[in-house]
């Protein structure tokens, strides 16, 4: 009978021994830390990060006690720690820069809303720092070289943590579900996952409460769960909500299948960050074969979308109040924002026909009501420069022109002084596309419509279209 009982025991533990290390962790930059290998990890990891040179590995686990984690530390060439419990669960952990701490999410649920979701810093020690609150939908955290600071992933905008003390840093606009967040290197370039795939931001360009300008994006045939960069900082592992991996790449923009894993992870990031001499948005789809078919779209100057806080938040997400000052100035309430578009000049406010004008036959048109903003129309242009355009709107608020390119939205080619009455132009320039901006000088921020012109220059007389100064701040 004992011998019975013995054998059925052994049927019983091969099973959940293969299962116990069945959790498959792939690193971007392709090269396997041994501090991974060193011991066997559970299935059921809830988080997991590497240390930027490989030689720690933290996770958080399940505890045995229902509505706990425990957080377990492992160094190389170690045994690892007694695991630290903690009442919630833990979303995302990622490393600093000095490889020695690492940050987290900890989310608490609550009888009430959807709970809190905290900040903190961890060392390995038996406690962890709670930092402070931040909006209960943050799902993904990772390090961010090029701003000396941590991204934060979270709905309707990426969030910034100023290092070494965790100040609240820049705000960045991005409506809708944000579910992962990776740089790109040493750069201001960020990738952020989202839904239906992904979308690249440069941060160094400022939006306000704008929401941030997609540089390009790349759709993925599931929800975006994960995203790592790899070692030279111009390619993107992505993990989908189903555990299929693929290799995002934004220049030239697709991605191609790369098999499948539980986690993903990242390590150092690039010494320099990429340079992405495209000046084109893309829009890649990836199909479930290796191949993916791509479709390239062209970014068209549109005015940005607003998003105001009282409207882009879902009602059931309340804007967590930060635990330390903002940097940024305090979002407004959310009642008077709701008009989306307060900030748009009345163009044609007055054009509105009247009831009994098929009476009036006369050709005298009604002298009192001229268009309340008047756009001087400018006299045909002169084939004598290379480019010229005409800026309409809020004149005074404009103090250069700026040109990007050719073909290149990092390099500028121009900067022009505009005339008194919005014209500007300018000669020799290479051949290519460019990149057509206004500039409010200094540190202010200027608001235009559309938010920027792409332009064709040649050896032709080119005219850009109008562009219309709306605000700054």
């Given at each position: ?434 990149r057509i901006q206004l500039d409010g000088g200094g540190d202010r921020v200027l608001v235009a419509e559309p938010r920027f012109l792409m332009v064709d220059v040649g050896d032709r007389p080119t005219r850009a279209p109008k562009i219309r100064a709306v605000r700054s701040f």
């Amino acid at each position: 009978m004992q011998l019975v009982r013995l054998c059925f025991a052994v049927v019983i533990l091969i099973p959940w021994a293969a299962t116990a290390a069945s959790t498959d962790v792939r690193v971007s930059s392709g090269a396997r830390p041994a501090v991974l290998d060193q011991a066997a990890l559970p299935d059921t990891i809830d988080a997991l990060a590497l240390s930027p040179d490989g030689a720690r590995l933290a996770y958080a686990r399940p505890a045995a006690r229902e509505g706990f984690t425990d957080l377990v530390w492992l160094e190389a060439g170690a045994t690892e720690s007694d695991p630290v419990t903690i009442q919630g669960d833990v979303r995302d952990l990622v490393f600093l820069e000095d490889g020695r701490s690492l940050a987290g999410l900890h989310h608490r649920p609550a009888k009430k809303r959807q709970g809190d979701t905290f900040l903190f810093t961890w060392a390995g020690d038996p406690k962890i720092s709670r930092i402070m609150r931040v909006p209960p939908s943050s799902s993904d955290l990772d390090r961010w070289p090029g701003g000396d600071a941590l991204l934060l992933a979270c709905r309707n905008e990426v969030r910034t943590f100023l290092e070494p003390d965790f100040r609240s840093g820049p705000l960045f606009s991005l409506p809708g579900d944000n579910f992962a967040v990776t740089s790109l290197g040493n750069s201001t370039y960020v990738v952020v996952g989202q839904a239906e795939g992904l979308s690249l931001l440069d941060l160094s360009i400022p939006s306000g409460r704008l929401s941030m300008p997609v540089l390009a994006s790349l759709r993925t045939p599931a929800r975006v769960a994960g995203l790592a960069d790899d070692a030279e900082g111009d390619e993107v592992l992505v993990r989908l909500i189903d555990g299929r991996l693929f290799l995002a790449a934004f220049d030239p923009p697709g991605l191609r299948a790369a098999g499948s894993a539980t986690h993903i992870a990242g390590l150092a990031k690039a010494a320099s960050g990429p340079v992405l001499p495209f000046a084109r948005g893309v829009q890649a789809v990836a199909e479930p074969a290796a191949e993916p078919e791509i479709l390239v779209a062209e970014i068209q100057g549109e005015p940005a979308t607003r998003t105001p806080p009282g409207e882009s938040r879902a009602p059931d997400e309340p804007e967590s109040p930060p635990a330390e000052p903002e940097t940024r100035p305090a979002d407004p309430p959310a009642k008077p924002e709701l008009d989306p578009q307060p900030e748009t000049p009345p163009v044609d406010p007055p054009v509105k026909p009247e009831p009994d004008a098929e009476t009036e036959t006369p050709a005298a048109d009604p002298p009192a009501k001229p268009e309340p903003d008047p756009e001087p129309e400018m006299p045909p242009v002169a084939a004598s420069r290379q480019i010229e355009g005409q800026i309409v709107g809020r004149l005074e608020l404009v103090q250069a022109v700026v040109l990007l390119g050719p073909d290149n939205i990092l390099r500028e080619a121009a900067r022009i002084r505009p005339d008194a009455d919005g014209t500007w132009g300018t000669d020799g320039l290479a051949p290519g596309r460019y990149r057509i901006q206004l500039d409010g000088g200094g540190d202010r921020v200027l608001v235009a419509e559309p938010r920027f012109l792409m332009v064709d220059v040649g050896d032709r007389p080119t005219r850009a279209p109008k562009i219309r100064a709306v605000r700054s701040f």
